[in-house]
């Protein structure tokens, strides 16, 4: 996630350059259009994130063992296409 941020940020500092330096509205677009896309799709992965609740309840011991036993559950009152969950 930081490597995509990173080169989401490298883009725009081009984009802003590339229109610094050809003085084309072009640039100025593009550049636009890459900062709208990203922050308008976290709109709704953000109003998803709030209607999401996770719990993890372990029960205590006094000693080391491999896979302690509990439990999980999530729950979820939004409608999200693409979900994966991996328990590990």
């Known amino acids: 996630m930081v490597r995509s941020r990173v080169l989401w940020i490298l883009w725009l500092i081009a984009t802003g350059i590339c229109y610094v330096a050809a003085e084309n509205a072009a640039f100025l677009l593009l550049a636009g259009v890459s900062l709208a896309l990203p922050l308008l ?33 999530y729950k979820m009152t939004a409608c999200i296409r693409r979900t994966a969950c991996a328990v590990r």
């Open 41 to 73: 799709a976290a709109v709704p992965a953000r109003q998803a994130g709030k209607k999401l609740s996770a719990e993890l309840s372990i029960e205590a011991s006094g000693k080391k063992v491999e896979r302690p036993p509990g439990k999980s559950s």
